[in-house]
């Protein structure tokens, strides 16, 4: 599957900053837990909302965007190896942030935190190794590239509708996609890893 995600992995990386300029080059590659409906469906027509014309595919960032210099199944092979010994979490969102230095809006993640932060040092490793410009931050992105004031307006637009929404403010993890870099802002699925053994079924 291929969309559009902004450049919303590379947010994950301390203060929100996003990749730009050539630090955003092609065939980066990242991974990201995906955030199923209703919840997910809500944080996708909230960012539209917010920052019209993009085309989001709600996210939480484990891994932000690396250049990868092994073989991708390779790669892919580490990661369902190191994620064999994990164990599926629940991740639950709690309040509208605004990042000081980037101004990115976004929605802090609660409980679930400390395990994304134990998943993101298992993994950023040998095939996947990388030194981040900033300390790994888990966080769902609403809205990035606005200036301090617009960030202020859109953080309590986006705080009116989290506090009216009614449905699930968490979600499981029980696998992780392996994405893609393949054009500008453009991401692709190339992998879903599942968190945990998988279990075989008898009979």
Avoid at 46 to 65: F, K, M, N, S, W
Avoid at 107 to 126: F, I, M, P, S, W
Wanted: glycine content about 6%; hydrophobic content about 40%; some cysteine.
């Amino acid at each position: 599957m291929t969309t559009e995600m902004q450049s919303t992995h590379g947010e994950a990386s301390g203060n929100g900053t996003s990749l730009t300029g050539e630090a955003q080059t092609l065939s980066q590659f990242a991974l990201v837990a995906y955030i199923p409906d209703p919840l997910g469906r809500f944080l996708d027509d909230l960012r539209l909302e917010l920052t019209p014309g993009c085309r989001p595919r709600a996210h939480v960032t484990v891994l932000p965007p690396r250049p990868l210099h092994h073989e991708v199944s390779e790669t892919v092979h580490q990661l369902d190896e190191e994620l064999r010994c994990a164990t599926p979490f629940r991740v639950e969102l709690g309040e509208i942030q605004i990042f000081d230095t980037s101004h990115v809006v976004y929605l802090g993640v609660t409980h679930g935190y400390r395990e994304l932060l134990q998943l993101y040092g298992a993994l950023n490793c040998d095939c996947l190794s990388y030194a981040e410009p900033f300390p790994y931050h888990p966080h769902i992105t609403l809205a990035q590239n606005v200036s301090d004031e617009e960030a202020a307006h859109l953080a309590a637009v986006a705080t009116e509708r989290w506090e009216a929404y009614r449905g699930p403010r968490g979600f499981e993890v029980a696998s992780l996609s392996f994405v893609q870099q393949v054009a500008p802002n453009i991401w692709a699925d190339v992998a879903k890893v599942p968190v945990g053994a998988p279990v075989t079924v008898a009979g």
